[in-house]
């Protein structure tokens, strides 16, 4: 047993601090977040130099191959940093689902192109009705000539505005909510009878409701096996939640920092609030519950990689359990230790909060992952 | 022991409703149900029909023209009042300051601000809070320095709710320094127009411009602005803290809000089935209501002792607490209510006038930013960290 990162993925984690450091201050970030796309371009671009983009990827489609290992230190930054770039669609989920589900060709058309910056992507899954049933689909595509034809519409889907290619996920036999009868497209968002309505959300990310209208596709738009992409789709998505509650993690030890900082340095009654034995024992508690959450992460990243199902399912979701307790734990009560200031758009705090409170919901809320962990 | 209300009372609640139902008007109302941002203008409007009813101060003594209620027909206003999504009265003018001035004040006072604050003809903001004070109010710097008839004023409040609507703002300032710093603070009065006088936003994390922070530099104010005596000003700022205590839960409010929490729930769909068919989410609603159940009912037992003539204790504290927690408790669930169709952010969403069509439950765009918004409630009015050590003290003795 060893729960050590590896020299490769400390230099990883050092390299990432450091761009954090450098290029990503909260101001920069709130300039970032508030203009055009909602992301820097640019950014993403010394991403794709720096290898970040390959990092869950095969060897032989130029990715490193660090798996689950690597996300987790990449996310655990994108926390720290509250950074925008479009890493969890575009890698953790459009390209891990390719990595997973996508023929040898479409791995080679793709993958080399995401990993290089060339290509982004997006992942449509969450649909109106569903709330975080991932089987519940309504969106559908029927089979036409060689290919398919496209109808429905898909809610929140994260960067899909400046994606290349969405992958939606369609129902292709079944009835609704049935786990059986679910395909994976690849879809030109350029394509005829898709249409889009972008917006921000709350904690400065982008999403798009996007709406599918007779859309045709090839047949090679398949990705994976007709009828049988549920697996595919919920391994991934257990991946993709491990990997944010990493980003927990550095949200979290910020805001603890943060917090701590500020109890030692406001002063009321002529002392440091710190002093006050109720707002040491909540820092406390902030602490206690990042250090159980960084071990739930790392349990979670290693059951995504070697773990059976059952067993990927139970730490996937006690890890996001643990992640929707930190909204309390940690977001409410930084705000709240902060005084007025917490709750102020100013100051960084509130947008850590923000960005925990979007982790809960985020691939299914605290009672979800309660029920779904109860059901193994 | 009976809850029920006396003949006389359910007379006047049935009158409060009909009351209501006639003249509340109902473009305020929908913006109140959907949480839709409100303007300056809707208090005024509505508090201008209050007024014309004489219902606007439910708490002043008659003779300046409160409606002279027992303190369960106030109850019962207020739980009317929730019920039917009515707008709060702005609090500063009429529960905060005009009791200070009826106790404190001159027959000159009286006379100057009085009506005005009764017929929301100006606006007033509380400027106690500063940068370096506020859980430790009574270390406030701003100064008034006596010079003449004048005082000259300098220093700066903050979090000053409105400042930006306000025609006037009560502040307590330092008029002299002394052995303890409660000594020397005094209560005065400032034209938020008077030379010297600016006010710059403060967004809350809602992305909403509400507070503000306002900066006094050399503000001349005449010593006839001065409230009560010099360095009485603490005395008099505790004083005004006892008033409207059992309103302070805000029971038909959260009440309501529940109400709107089930038919959110009832409206979303998981599973194929309405959200609010699920064990789990179900449960979750049972516990608040648990809560506002005991909340309530603690409520009615202050009422009760009040009416018996009983001088209540620090129950003002435990009611803001648990007021504050049911309230913050609903803001979460209304957020969880419609999962992933919280994320959408369109800050116009907030503001009337909005016409674009919602995405995903009408009333989602709103909730995220009030849960986060609504943390609020548990720092501002003396946080809850506040009010326990006051009831470890006052209460309990430790
Ligand atoms: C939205 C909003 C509107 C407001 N409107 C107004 C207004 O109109 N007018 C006005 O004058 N003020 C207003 N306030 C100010 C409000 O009253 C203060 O924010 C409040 O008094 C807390 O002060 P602070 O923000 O400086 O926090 P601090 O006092 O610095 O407190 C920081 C943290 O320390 C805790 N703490 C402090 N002392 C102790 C102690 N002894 N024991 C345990 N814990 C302690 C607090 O509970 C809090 O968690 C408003 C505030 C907000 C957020």
Not at chain 2, 292 to 297: F, G, H, N, Q, R
Request: a negative charge.
């Amino acid at each position: 047993m060893n729960l050590e990162f590896t020299e490769e993925m400390v230099m990883l984690q050092d390299s990432l601090n450091k761009f954090v450091q450098n290029e990503y201050d909260f101001e920069t970030r709130q300039k970032i977040s508030r203009e055009g796309i909602g992301y820097k371009e640019a950014n993403w671009q010394s991403f794709a130099d720096m290898g970040l983009l390959g990092v869950p990827f095969d060897e032989q489609y130029g990715g490193f191959g660090f798996g689950q290992t690597g996300l987790i230190v990449v996310m655990e930054a994108m926390g720290k940093g509250l950074m925008l770039e479009p890493y969890l669609a575009s890698v953790v989920l459009g390209g891990q689902l390719v990595q997973l589900a996508g023929s040898e060709t479409q791995k080679e058309q793709l993958l080399p192109q995401l990993i290089g910056g060339e290509l982004k992507l997006a992942f449509a899954y969450v649909e109106r009705q569903a709330r975080y049933n991932l089987s519940d689909v309504e969106c559908r595509a029927e089979s036409k000539g060689e290919g398919f034809v496209l109808n429905g519409s898909k809610s929140v889907v994260f960067n899909a505005e400046t994606a290349d290619k969405i992958i939606v996920a369609a129902r292709t036999s079944g009835d609704t909510i049935s786990q059986q009868g679910l395909s994976l497209f690849i879809v030109d968002p350029t394509a005829e009878g898709v249409t889009a309505r972008h917006y921000e959300t709350y904690d400065g990310l982008r999403a798009s409701e996007l709406n599918f209208d007779q859309v045709n596709l090839d047949a090679d738009a398949l990705l994976g096996t007709l009828d049988q992409a549920y697996p595919v789709i919920e391994s991934v998505i257990d991946s993709a939640a491990a990997a944010i509650c990493a980003e927990g993690v550095g949200v979290v030890s910020q805001l603890r920092q943060k917090t701590v900082e500020y109890l030692q340095t406001r002063k009321q009654f002529n002392q440091p609030i710190g002093n006050f034995q109720v707002l040491q024992h909540r820092a406390v508690d902030m602490f206690m519950a990042e250090e159980q959450m960084r071990s739930l992460s790392y349990l979670a990243a290693i059951k995504v990689t070697e773990g059976e199902s059952h067993e990927r399912i139970k730490s996937v979701s006690a890890a996001k359990v643990y992640l929707g307790d930190a909204r309390a734990i940690v977001g409410e009560q930084a705000a709240q230790l902060h005084g007025g200031i917490g709750v102020t758009d100013e100051l960084d705090v509130a947008h850590y909060v923000k960005r925990l409170g979007l982790l809960n919901t985020l691939f299914g809320d605290r009672d979800y992952h309660l029920q779904r962990f109860s059901q193994q | 022991m009976d809850l029920n209300y006396s003949p006389e009372e359910q007379a006047f609640q049935l009158e409060v409703r009909e009351f209501l139902q006639q003249h509340y008007p109902k473009d305020i109302q929908d913006k109140v149900a959907n949480g839709i941002a409100l303007k300056k203008d809707d208090y005024v409007r509505w508090q201008k029909i209050l007024a014309k009813q004489g219902w606007v101060a439910p708490g002043w003594p008659e003779q300046y023209g409160g409606p002279g209620w027992t303190p369960v027909q106030k109850y019962i206003f207020d739980e009317e009042c929730g019920a039917a999504n009515c707008l709060r009265t702005v609090a500063f003018g009429l529960v905060m300051l005009a009791p200070v001035l009826m106790k404190f004040g001159t027959d000159e006072q009286l006379e100057k601000y009085l009506a005005d604050i009764y017929n929301s003809d100006v606006w007033w903001c509380q400027g106690y809070s500063e940068p370096n004070a506020g859980s430790d109010l009574a270390s406030l710097q701003t100064k008034a320095e006596r010079q003449g008839d004048h005082y000259i004023v300098n220093g700066s409040k903050t979090w000053t709710t409105h400042g930006h609507y306000a025609d006037k703002m009560f502040t307590l300032v330092r008029t002299s320094q002394e052995d303890r710093k409660q000594k020397g603070i005094s209560f005065l009065l400032i034209d938020m127009d008077a030379p010297g006088v600016s006010t710059s936003p403060i967004v809350t994390i809602d992305g909403m411009h509400v507070v503000n922070q306002v900066f006094l530099e050399d503000v001349k104010v005449p010593v006839e602005n001065l409230v009560g005596v010099e360095g009485d000003g603490w005395t008099i700022a505790k004083s005004l803290l006892m008033h409207e205590r059992t309103y302070i839960a805000q029971v038909p409010r959260s009440k309501k809000q529940i109400e709107r929490l089930k038919k959110i729930a009832s409206e979303e769909r998981y599973n194929g089935k309405p959200l609010i068919e699920d064990a789990s989410f179900k449960a979750k609603i049972s516990a608040i209501e648990i809560e506002l159940m005991a909340l309530e009912m603690t409520n009615l037992r202050v009422l009760s002792k009040i009416s018996a003539g009983e001088a209540p204790g620090a129950e003002s504290s435990l009611l803001k607490i648990k007021g504050t927690e049911v309230q913050q408790a609903i803001t979460a669930l209304l957020m969880e209510s419609v999962g992933y169709f919280a994320f959408p952010y369109n800050k116009t969403t907030m503001t009337e006038g909005w016409q674009e069509d919602p995405i995903g439950h009408p009333q989602a765009a709103m909730l995220a930013p009030h849960y986060f918004d609504w943390r609020k409630s548990s720092i501002y009015g003396g946080s809850n960290e506040i009010q326990k050590n006051i009831m470890a003290k006052a209460v309990l003795g430790l």
